[in-house]
């Protein structure tokens, strides 16, 4: 399903984008996985491709300086209508702006922030660019999530800053909220407790749908990635959780929908 270009409402995921050292090869494992062509640009943002499928933008991939080291993650993008106002908001309630607000060109304007647990995520004002074009087919972004130690009080910052309704799942051993807006379910908060990897922090979680999960991990093996957690069924459909070659953690899943 393609969605034609319009305006999203603030605090709605709309473009996922990673920062890595080594940018070609890093291509071609997500093309190879994904079946992704790509797309150079916006200049402004260095060395940088855009992922696509079907002609559409799906990804973006960018290249650290040499001399940056810094965690290769997966970073979640979430639509605003003004992002030096979000900014603004971000640090009055506890979060960190960490770069920006800063022009992508005429593309849109951008800031990478964390909230108060360390958990990054970029904002993203529309100009022409308005983000993920396409949604649902296999090798497209379908899903975010918060991977976090307990929900309850950072669930308070992204309503405060983004206005989202906010439905916890009721149970005594499972910490879950998904965020709506107006009325749907946009994304999620996962408190894992004494589960959240040390070696990553709280973080957020960009889910990819693929055809077939099993065969896909398998892939992502053979391509030079690691399975960190395997393939199993899950309420969204069957899941694996993986990384690239580089270590960016992402989650692929066959939809049960489909």
């Not at 650290?64 to 992002?83: E, F, K, S, V």
């Not at 497209?140 to 308070?156: D, F, G, H, Q, Y």
């Amino acid at each position: 399903m393609t969605e034609a270009v319009s305006r999203r409402t603030p605090g709605t995921p709309c473009w996922v984008s990673l920062i890595v050292h080594g940018l070609s090869a890093t291509q071609d494992f997500y093309g190879a996985l994904f079946g992704w062509e790509f797309k150079p640009g916006p200049e402004q943002l260095g060395p940088y491709v855009r992922g696509r499928l079907q002609g559409e933008e799906i990804a973006g991939i960018g290249q650290l300086p040499p001399d940056r080291h810094l965690p290769i993650a997966w970073t979640t993008y979430l639509a605003t209508d003004d992002a030096d106002a979000t900014a603004e908001t971000i640090r009055s309630c506890g979060g960190t702006v960490a770069v920006g607000p800063l022009d992508a060109g005429p593309a849109g304007r951008l800031a990478i922030a964390s909230d108060p647990n360390g958990a990054v995520f970029g904002i993203w004002q529309a100009a022409r660019h308005a983000g993920t074009h396409l949604w649902g087919a296999p090798g497209t972004p379908v899903w975010n999530e918060l991977i976090t130690r307990e929900t309850s009080s950072v669930a308070k910052f992204y309503q405060a800053v983004f206005g989202y309704e906010a439905q916890a799942v009721v149970s005594a051993d499972f910490d879950y909220q998904t965020l709506h807006l107006d009325g749907r379910p946009v994304a999620a908060l996962h408190g894992v407790g004494h589960a959240l990897p040390r070696d990553r922090g709280p973080h957020w979680m960009t889910y990819f749908e693929v055809e077939d999960t099993d065969v896909a991990a398998a892939r992502v093996v053979e391509l030079g990635g690691h399975i960190l957690q395997p393939p199993r069924e899950g309420t969204s459909g069957r899941l694996a959780t993986v990384s690239d070659p580089e270590g960016a953690a992402f989650t692929i899943v066959r939809s049960g929908e489909r």
